[in-house]
């Protein structure tokens, strides 16, 4: 089994070397002290985040106390590390931007230890709490970091500002009213840099949850005009794509649902346990050359007995005139991280243009 990120980038071993690394450019600095601060006994219990918080904590315990100086020690030490160092590695550089940088007197300085530190591990979560406390002032400063010459800085510009980030603290007035941060992605909506258009998309993911009109009017102004931007819109309707937005679906060609047939729709056994897989096929026949995104929808049984849909696509593919194509797939049903499965009566569905065609029950059992 892998190991997990926490235990790669965080641990007995890069804390000694971080401990050494500050030594070396700070010489009164007590390096066995902070490692035994940092792993104490909680340390092993520390997801992810929690340990970033320990180190960055203890970081302002034995460091000078005056910010700046502290982050001139730490600018050394960051900029010693050999390149191409993993950017998982330094996520306690903006977190402790965060924890000891916020007063009013420290803004610029903080500012530009964001930008920077974003360069070598992401300052999405450092600069929500921020955004949160000086919403206008920041944002102002998310719109200059989009114009940037570095690719992770206006990547931080959007991924920075998105309404409900993983892992991130939520930003309740983005979630309410989004206006400011499409403004952001305006900004970036044609960005020459992957990495960039990625989060572009994501972020119009998450308002297309909460204010799915702003995201379909967004996608029909900008779409047709730049490959790059088509494709954020593409990734970031995937939800309204999902859920069978008929003007999202117009947009890309595929909001006639009449133009295919699906029939032979089989499952490969009317029952299938935990941990096990299961088959289905299904065939298609087109009335008339047509664009066709195929998906499928599995009504899962949740804990409490009810049932939530899964939308898993097949392809997005062009039909001639009476062409037909036969599809098999199979169903996992092992339990993982994200999902949890539950014995009972499930269902199974073939969308056609985001419309359900046919639908077969089959029961999920306990081995």
């Known amino acids: 089994m892998p190991a997990l990120m926490k235990d790669k980038y965080y641990n007995g071993n890069s804390i000694h070397e971080l401990a050494l690394r500050i030594k070396a450019v700070y010489p009164s600095f007590q390096d066995s002290d902070f490692v035994s601060d940092i792993m104490d006994k909680t340390w092993d219990t520390l997801a992810l985040k929690g340990r970033m ?4 904590t ?3 315990k034995y460091l000078p106390s005056d910010y700046e100086q502290a982050l001139a020690i730490l600018d050394q030490v960051v900029a010693g590390y050999p390149a191409g160092f993993h950017d998982n590695a330094f996520i306690y550089l903006p977190d402790f931007v965060e924890v000891y940088g916020q007063d009013e007197c420290h803004w610029n300085l903080s500012i530009a230890a964001l930008e920077r530190y974003t360069q070598y591990s992401t300052a999405e979560f450092a600069v929500r709490p921020f955004i949160i406390n000086h919403e206008k002032r920041m944002m102002a400063q998310m719109s200059i970091w989009a114009e940037h010459d570095n ?3 206006r990547r931080l510009a959007s991924e920075g500002c998105r309404p409900a980030l993983p892992w991130g603290q939520v930003l309740p007035s983005f979630k309410k009213d989004p206006t400011l941060v499409l403004g952001i992605l305006e900004q970036l909506k044609a960005d020459p840099s992957l990495y960039v258009r990625k989060s572009v ?5 998450d308002i297309s949850k909460t204010h799915p009109h702003l995201v379909v009017q967004t996608a029909i102004d900008w779409y047709g005009k730049n490959e790059f931007t088509d494709w954020i819109i593409k990734h970031g309707c995937r939800t309204l794509l999902k859920m069978g937005n008929r003007d999202v679906l117009a947009i890309f060609g595929v909001a006639d649902a009449s133009c295919v047939d699906v029939y032979d729709f089989a499952l490969g056994a009317v029952s299938v346990s ?3 897989d299961m088959t289905f096929s299904f065939k298609v026949r087109a009335k008339k050359a047509a664009k066709v995104r195929l998906e499928y929808g599995v009504h899962y049984v949740k804990a409490n007995g009810g049932q939530s849909r899964k939308i898993f696509q097949i392809t997005e593919t062009s039909f001639m005139e009476n062409q037909e194509k036969t599809y098999v797939k199979t169903l996992s049903f092992k339990d993982l991280s994200s999902r949890k499965h539950y014995p009972g009566i499930h269902s199974l569905t073939i969308v056609v243009n985001g419309t ?3 639908k077969l029950d089959f029961e999920v059992l306990i081995t």
């Open 53 to 56: 918080r320990q180190i960055s």
């Open 58 to 60: 203890n970081l302002g």
């Open 274 to 276: 935990i941990g096990e």
């Open 151 to 153: 690719e992770h800085v």
């Open 201 to 205: 998309a994501n972020n119009l993911n």
């Open 356 to 358: 359900e065609k046919g």
